[in-house]
């Protein structure tokens, strides 16, 4: 017997390729540097989801011509885009201090573009973070990556919302803008 054809005229199936599983990856998330202390350092193990990674399509809108009843068709002259937005969600945990670190970390980050006690502004260079993003197979090998250099909250936290009849755990969801980006991908084409 030759086999199952379902299997022996799949070349995914023979050759055991493994799926890319949307869980395994990590963040890499470094606030301004004003922000210090050791909590800074568990950002990465409280990142639960992550979205907005960039597959834009850089010719922006088609551009059509005609000629009697036929159209032609273009790639457009200007970007859809050339900015990420970045929305990444953490879980919130107290510490034995009874400290909020995420939150704290997340509120003093967007507190320093403006923050609403004191009514001081910051400079992009002061609130201006950098973030990395490792995609991977389950044994750990990177198969793709990111690297936003410059990244800016865009957008107020996620307020928190009670209820005595919720068994909800907080989690705080921060958007953040990239002007720019590098992506390292394995078999990448480059044309």
């Not at 973070?129 to 250099?149: A, D, L, Y």
């Not at 919302?161 to 394995?186: C, F, G, H, P, Q």
């Amino acid at each position: 017997m030759a086999g199952l054809p379902y299997w022996t005229n799949s070349l995914a199936s023979r050759e055991y390729y493994e799926p890319i599983y949307t869980n395994q990856f990590e963040v890499i998330l470094t606030p301004p540097p004003v922000i210090t202390g050791s909590e800074v350092a568990l950002l990465v193990e409280h990142v639960t989801k992550l979205s907005g990674l960039p597959e834009i399509n850089s010719a922006g809108e088609l551009v059509e011509q005609k000629y009697k009843f036929a159209t032609r068709s273009y790639a457009g002259a200007v970007p859809d885009t050339t900015t990420a937005d970045l929305s990444l969600t953490f879980t919130v945990n107290l510490n034995e201090e009874n400290n909020a670190y995420i939150y704290n970390i997340l509120r003093a980050w967007n507190d320093i573009l403006y923050n609403p006690l004191t009514g001081s502004q910051g400079l992009k260079r002061d609130y201006v973070g950098s973030m990395s993003v490792h995609v991977s197979n389950k044994t750990g090998e990177i198969f793709r990556e990111w690297s936003f250099p410059s990244i800016i909250p865009a957008d107020k936290l996620t307020a928190i919302e009670l209820d005595y009849t919720s068994n909800d755990v907080y989690e705080v969801t921060m958007k953040y803008r990239a002007d720019n980006w590098t992506e390292t991908r394995i078999g990448q084409i480059n044309v």
